[in-house]
C-alpha cells in the first residue's frame, strides 16, 4: 500500500495531482462545475518532467497482471462515484455506469487484447521476429467529460511503458485520478497527473511546455483544440503526433432497411450521452422515398425518451449544455428544422454548417438522397473538407450483407459498423483507427 495517499476528502469532490507516484500538496485550486482541482504551475511541470525522465520502469507482464485485475473488481470507483459524477457532469446515471461496466469488462480481458503484440515482459512485448519496446517519455491531454476515456488512455499508456505525464481534464476530473490511486495501491509506477487551469493566461504556454519537452503526444479534443495546442507548442523532428479528433460520425442507410430500426439506430447514436461523444451520430443519409417513414418513427421515439435529473437511474437524456446549443443554434442557417425537443434534427443541404461540422449536442443533420444519387459517395463528401479528410464512425443500415461490405469499402471512415448505432464501441477494436498503445511503442527487429 502506498503510504502517500490520504484519504478523498468528504463528498470526493476534491481532486488530486499525481507527480513522482505521490499525491501532491495543494498550493493553488480553482473551482470548476463543483470541482475544486488543483492549479498546475510552472514548478509542478519541470517536476513532472524530471518524475517522467527519472521513473522506474514498470515490468510490463506486471502492469498486464494489475490491470486485469482491477478490471475484475470493478471497485475503483464506487456507485457513490458514480451518482457524484453523473450530478456534476450531467451525463446520465445509466450511461455512466454501462460505460464503466464495458471499462472493467476490458481491463479484465487485457491480457487477450496486447497477445497480439507478443508475450508482455520487463522490456516490452516479444514476438517471433523482435521486441516491441516503451519507455519514451509522453505527454497526454485529455479533453471532455467521458468518465470512461481518462482511465482507457491512462491504460494504453501504462500498457505501452511510456513515461506518461497527462494532463487531465477539467470537466470530469475524477475517474482519473481514483483509478490512478488504485494502481498505486498495487505498486505500479504509474503516469503524473495534472490540472492546468485553462483560464488562465499561461495556460497554453505549460501545455506547449509539457509537448515540447517529451518525445511524443497523444491529445484529445476537437480540430480547433488541437490546432491550438500543437500550433503554440515547438518539438522536435523526431516527436510523433498523435491527435484524436472530434467525430462527424454518421449513418448512411440504405433502401432496403426497415425504417423503424433504423430510426432506432440513428436516435441511439445522436442521443445517448447527450451526443457528447466523438462518435455520436451527427448526420444520417436516408432515401427520399424512406423519409416520411423514418421521421416518422425517429420523432416517436424521441419523444418517448425519458427527461429528467441527470443521476435518476431512468432519465434516457442528461443535461444538456446551454453553451453547446448556443452554438449549434448559429450553424443552422438554412437547415429546415424537423424536430427540436432536446434532440434537435434537421434536413440540411450539402453546404449546410450541421452536416459538415462537428456541434457539442445531440443534433442530427438529415440528408434526403435520390435514387439517382450515390449515399456513399454524398456522406464521402460531407467529410472530405474536415481535418483528416475522413470520419470517425458511420453504420451502414441495410439488410443485405453485400451491399454493407461494398459500401463499407468506399466509406472514408477509420471504423464502419453494420446496422449499429456509431457509438456501440467495443474497446477490444482500434480508435481512430489506431490501437493506442501499440503507437506509443517501437518495433526492434531481432535478427536470430
Same mark, same amino acid.
Given at each position: 500500500?502506498?503510504?502517500?495517499?490520504?484519504?478523498?476528502?468528504?463528498?470526493?469532490?476534491?481532486?488530486?495531482?499525481?507527480?513522482?507516484?505521490?499525491?501532491?500538496?495543494?498550493?493553488?485550486?480553482?473551482?470548476?462545475?463543483?470541482?475544486?482541482?488543483?492549479?498546475?504551475?510552472?514548478?509542478?511541470?519541470?517536476?513532472?518532467?524530471?518524475?517522467?525522465?527519472?521513473?522506474?520502469?514498470?515490468?510490463?507482464?506486471?502492469?498486464?497482471?494489475?490491470?486485469?485485475?482491477?478490471?475484475?473488481?470493478?471497485?475503483?470507483?464506487?456507485?457513490?462515484? *458514480?451518482?457524484?459524477?453523473?450530478?456534476?457532469?450531467?451525463?446520465?446515471?445509466?450511461?455512466?455506469?454501462?460505460?464503466?461496466?464495458?471499462?472493467?469488462?476490458?481491463?479484465?480481458?487485457?491480457?487477450?487484447?496486447?497477445?497480439?503484440?507478443?508475450?508482455?515482459?520487463?522490456?516490452?512485448?516479444?514476438?517471433?521476429?523482435?521486441?516491441?519496446?516503451?519507455?519514451?517519455?509522453?505527454?497526454?491531454?485529455?479533453?471532455?467529460?467521458?468518465?470512461?476515456?481518462?482511465?482507457?488512455?491512462?491504460?494504453?499508456?501504462?500498457?505501452?511503458?511510456?513515461?506518461?505525464?497527462?494532463?487531465?481534464?477539467?470537466?470530469?476530473?475524477?475517474?482519473?485520478?481514483?483509478?490512478?490511486?488504485?494502481? *498505486?495501491?498495487?505498486?505500479?509506477?504509474?503516469?503524473?497527473?495534472?490540472?492546468?487551469?485553462?483560464?488562465?493566461?499561461?495556460?497554453?504556454?505549460?501545455?506547449?511546455?509539457?509537448?515540447?519537452?517529451?518525445?511524443?503526444?497523444?491529445?484529445?479534443?476537437?480540430?480547433?483544440?488541437?490546432?491550438?495546442?500543437?500550433?503554440?507548442?515547438?518539438?522536435?523532428?523526431?516527436?510523433?503526433?498523435?491527435?484524436?479528433?472530434?467525430?462527424?460520425?454518421?449513418?448512411?442507410?440504405?433502401?432496403?432497411?426497415?425504417?423503424?430500426?433504423?430510426?432506432?439506430?440513428?436516435?441511439?447514436?445522436?442521443?445517448?450521452?447527450?451526443?457528447?461523444?466523438?462518435?455520436?451520430?451527427?448526420?444520417?443519409?436516408?432515401?427520399?422515398?424512406?423519409?416520411?417513414?423514418?421521421?416518422?418513427?425517429?420523432?416517436?421515439?424521441?419523444?418517448?425518451?425519458?427527461?429528467?435529473?441527470?443521476?435518476?437511474?431512468?432519465?434516457?437524456?442528461?443535461?444538456?449544455?446551454?453553451?453547446?446549443?448556443?452554438?449549434?443554434?448559429?450553424?443552422?442557417?438554412?437547415?429546415?428544422?424537423?424536430?427540436?425537443?432536446?434532440?434537435?434534427?434537421?434536413?440540411?443541404?450539402?453546404?449546410?454548417?450541421?452536416?459538415?461540422?462537428?456541434?457539442?449536442?445531440?443534433?442530427?443533420?438529415?440528408?434526403?438522397?435520390?435514387?439517382?444519387?450515390?449515399?456513399?459517395?454524398?456522406?464521402?463528401?460531407?467529410?472530405?473538407?474536415?481535418?483528416?479528410?475522413?470520419?470517425?464512425?458511420?453504420?451502414?443500415?441495410?439488410?443485405?450483407?453485400?451491399?454493407?461490405?461494398?459500401?463499407?469499402?468506399?466509406?472514408?471512415?477509420?471504423?464502419?459498423?453494420?446496422?449499429?448505432?456509431?457509438?456501440?464501441?467495443?474497446?477490444?477494436?482500434?480508435?481512430?483507427?489506431?490501437?493506442?498503445?501499440?503507437?506509443?511503442?517501437?518495433?526492434?527487429?531481432?535478427?536470430?
Amino acid at each position: 500500500m502506498n503510504q502517500m495517499m490520504p484519504p478523498v476528502a468528504a463528498g470526493r469532490h476534491d481532486i488530486a495531482a499525481i507527480i513522482g507516484n505521490r499525491v501532491q500538496p495543494v498550493r493553488d485550486s480553482f473551482d470548476f462545475d463543483g470541482w475544486t482541482i488543483p492549479a498546475a504551475t510552472s514548478r509542478d511541470i519541470a517536476m513532472a518532467l524530471k518524475s517522467a525522465r527519472n521513473r522506474p520502469a514498470n515490468d510490463l507482464s506486471r502492469v498486464v497482471e494489475v490491470l486485469a485485475q482491477v478490471g475484475r473488481d470493478a471497485d475503483w470507483i464506487t456507485d457513490a462515484d *458514480m451518482d457524484l459524477i453523473s450530478a456534476r457532469v450531467g451525463c446520465t446515471r445509466s450511461y455512466l455506469g454501462e460505460s464503466m461496466a464495458r471499462l472493467n469488462a476490458w481491463l479484465a480481458e487485457i491480457p487477450a487484447f496486447v497477445a497480439r503484440l507478443g508475450t508482455p515482459g520487463p522490456d516490452g512485448y516479444r514476438t517471433d521476429t523482435g521486441l516491441w519496446r516503451g519507455g519514451l517519455s509522453t505527454t497526454l491531454v485529455l479533453a471532455g467529460d467521458a468518465s470512461a476515456l481518462g482511465p482507457l488512455a491512462l491504460s494504453h499508456m501504462l500498457l505501452s511503458g511510456s513515461r506518461t505525464i497527462a494532463k487531465g481534464s477539467k470537466y470530469e476530473p475524477l475517474a482519473p485520478t481514483l483509478f490512478l490511486r488504485r494502481l *498505486m495501491e498495487y505498486g505500479l509506477q504509474v503516469p503524473d497527473l495534472l490540472y492546468i487551469d485553462t483560464a488562465a493566461e499561461d495556460a497554453t504556454t505549460l501545455t506547449a511546455r509539457l509537448i515540447g519537452n517529451t518525445a511524443q503526444s497523444v491529445i484529445y479534443g476537437a480540430d480547433a483544440t488541437l490546432q491550438t495546442i500543437y500550433g503554440s507548442a515547438e518539438v522536435a523532428m523526431t516527436h510523433k503526433k498523435i491527435a484524436f479528433l472530434s467525430g462527424r460520425s454518421g449513418a448512411v442507410v440504405l433502401d432496403d432497411a426497415d425504417p423503424e430500426t433504423a430510426a432506432r439506430i440513428v436516435l441511439k447514436g445522436v442521443a445517448e450521452d447527450r451526443g457528447n461523444r466523438c462518435y455520436s451520430t451527427k448526420k444520417v443519409f436516408v432515401p427520399q422515398a424512406m423519409m416520411p417513414a423514418f421521421l416518422g418513427h425517429l420523432t416517436r421515439q424521441a419523444d418517448a425518451l425519458t427527461r429528467g435529473a441527470p443521476e435518476h437511474p431512468a432519465t434516457d437524456i442528461g443535461r444538456l449544455a446551454s453553451d453547446g446549443r448556443r452554438v449549434t443554434d448559429m450553424k443552422i442557417g438554412g437547415s429546415k428544422v424537423l424536430y427540436d425537443t432536446d434532440i434537435l434534427v434537421v434536413e440540411a443541404g450539402d453546404d449546410d454548417a450541421l452536416l459538415l461540422e462537428e456541434m457539442p449536442y445531440p443534433v442530427c443533420a438529415v440528408r434526403p438522397y435520390g435514387d439517382d444519387e450515390d449515399p456513399v459517395a454524398l456522406f464521402n463528401r460531407s467529410s472530405q473538407e474536415r481535418q483528416g479528410h475522413t470520419a470517425l464512425a458511420v453504420s451502414v443500415i441495410t439488410q443485405d450483407a453485400a451491399l454493407f461490405e461494398t459500401a463499407a469499402r468506399s466509406l472514408n471512415a477509420t471504423k464502419v459498423l453494420h446496422s449499429k448505432p456509431t457509438i456501440d464501441i467495443d474497446h477490444h477494436t482500434s480508435h481512430q483507427g489506431l490501437y493506442l498503445f501499440r503507437e506509443l511503442m517501437r518495433f526492434k527487429e531481432i535478427c536470430a
